[in-house]
């Protein structure tokens, strides 16, 4: 058997496939001849191209500096007077002044005792008239009411005894005087304010200090002067009682009002204080987060 034309082709087939090898080896070994090169232009690119993203993001973060900025300058809610003045907000201003240490309480408008006073018929007999009725203004003399006297069946008047209010009545027609009381008058032009003393502050609070009143639901204010304390506590509460003499020429205070107080119990005039000024007013908005 003739073996020539079988290593003929074996060895070709040989050579072939070492050819096929060596090309794709061939071509990579070019292709990495040509990175150093690729590599040493595209450097001095890459290092632009990165300083150049630097500056973008230098002035991305400049804008945002500046947009933090002005989220600074216009975040702010501005108030105008009305709505200062509803939300009860109060600003200062520097100023010489008088600074006060004060004791707040609590207490109640109640008519002036000594300025309230009892009616009753001179003579007993029977009531003919009556004239006034309860919440009606007096003047001091003014008839009240008239009585038919038991003995002398001559009528006289009930005459009020001081100018004010009649504040109760217990007279009608045809009714039996006796010894009761007919109507009672409380003059209003001045009126107490009964104030609820701890015991703990017993100590701080005296006759002749000035007390500042307050009725928030009336909208009222006004000052007074403690004249007199109780000497003696109630059971009840435990507490004492503080009397306070307040003007009420307007009647603006009524008796049965509830108010707040507050009883100064010291004051000095200082060279630098604050003074109540009322403004526009400027609040910070709270940045949002992101």
Request: hydrophobic content about 40%; proline content about 5%.
């Amino acid at each position: 058997m003739n073996s020539t034309p079988y290593l003929k082709r074996t060895s070709m087939n040989f050579k072939l496939k070492l050819l096929l090898i060596a090309l794709p080896l061939a071509l990579t070994a070019c292709g990495g001849a040509d990175e150093p090169a690729a590599a040493a232009m595209s450097k001095p690119q890459a290092e632009a191209g990165h300083e150049e993203g630097k500056e973008e993001k230098g002035h991305g973060e400049a804008g945002h500096e500046e947009g933090g900025h002005g989220e600074e300058e216009g975040g702010h809610i501005a108030l105008t007077p009305e709505q200062i003045k509803a939300a009860g907000i109060r600003l200062m201003q520097a100023g010489p002044a008088g600074i006060r240490e004060t004791l707040p309480l609590y207490g109640v408008i109640a008519p002036n005792a000594e300025r309230t006073r009892e009616v009753a018929a001179r003579f007993p007999g029977v009531i003919r008239s009556v004239n006034r009725k309860i919440g009606d203004a007096v003047r001091e003399g003014e008839a009240l009411a008239t009585v038919e006297a038991n003995e002398s069946l001559q009528t006289y008047a009930v005459a009020a005894p001081l100018s004010g209010v009649v504040s109760a009545r217990n007279a009608n027609p045809g009714e039996q005087t006796g010894d009761k009381v007919l109507f009672t008058v409380a003059d209003l032009a001045t009126v107490w304010v009964e104030l609820s003393l701890f015991p703990r502050d017993v100590a701080k609070v005296r006759v002749g200090q000035k007390v500042r009143v307050k009725s928030n639901d009336a909208g009222l204010e006004a000052e007074g002067k403690v004249v007199y304390v109780a000497p003696f506590g109630q059971a009840a509460n435990q507490t004492l009682t503080a009397r306070v003499l307040l003007d009420n020429a307007a009647g603006r205070w009524a008796p049965g009002l509830y108010v707040t107080a507050e009883v100064t119990l010291a004051e000095t005039q200082t060279a630098l204080a604050i003074i109540a000024r009322l403004s526009a007013l400027s609040i910070r908005q709270p940045r949002s987060q992101a």
